[in-house]
C-alpha cells in the first residue's frame, strides 16, 4: 500500500513539473517576440527620424525577409502636436501573430519629433546646404 502511494505522489509530482515546465517555455517564447518586437520597432522608429520612412500614418507593412523571417508587421502613426503644427507625435506599432492563431502579441513604441518638412525648408535656406546642393547639381 504504501508503495503504491509513493507512486501514486510522485506520478503527480511529475505531471505538476511537466506543466511548470511548459509554461516555463511558453513564457520564454513570448519574452524573444516582445524582445524582437521592441527591437524592430526601434528600427522602424530610427528610419522615421533618419527620413528614410515617411512619418505619415500607413497601414500594416510586413517586414522584409532581411529584416526577420517571422510574422511581424508594423504600422507608423502619426499626429501634429500643438497649435503651431511644429511638433509631431510619432507611435510605431509593431504586431506579431502566431500562427497557432492565438491572441496577437503588440508593441507600442511612441516619441515626439520636430515636422521632418520644417527641417526640410529650414535646411534649404541655410546658405552653406545651399552651396551643397550646387555642388553637387555640377558634378
Known sequence: MELLVAISILGFSMVAING??????????????????????????????????????????????????????YEVQSQTIGSDGNLMAIQIVVEYTPPDGSRPLITTLTTWMIDPQLELAEDANDPIQQMLLELEGTQ
Request: proline residues 6%.
Open 20 to 73: 511548470l515546465l511548459s509554461l516555463g517555455m511558453r513564457n520564454a517564447v513570448d519574452a524573444q517576440i516582445l524582445t524582437t518586437s521592441q527591437f524592430l520597432a526601434e528600427t522602424k522608429l530610427s528610419e522615421v527620424k533618419t527620413g528614410l520612412i515617411s512619418p505619415t500614418s500607413t497601414g500594416k507593412i510586413p517586414f522584409t525577409a532581411e529584416e526577420t523571417m517571422d510574422p511581424f508587421t
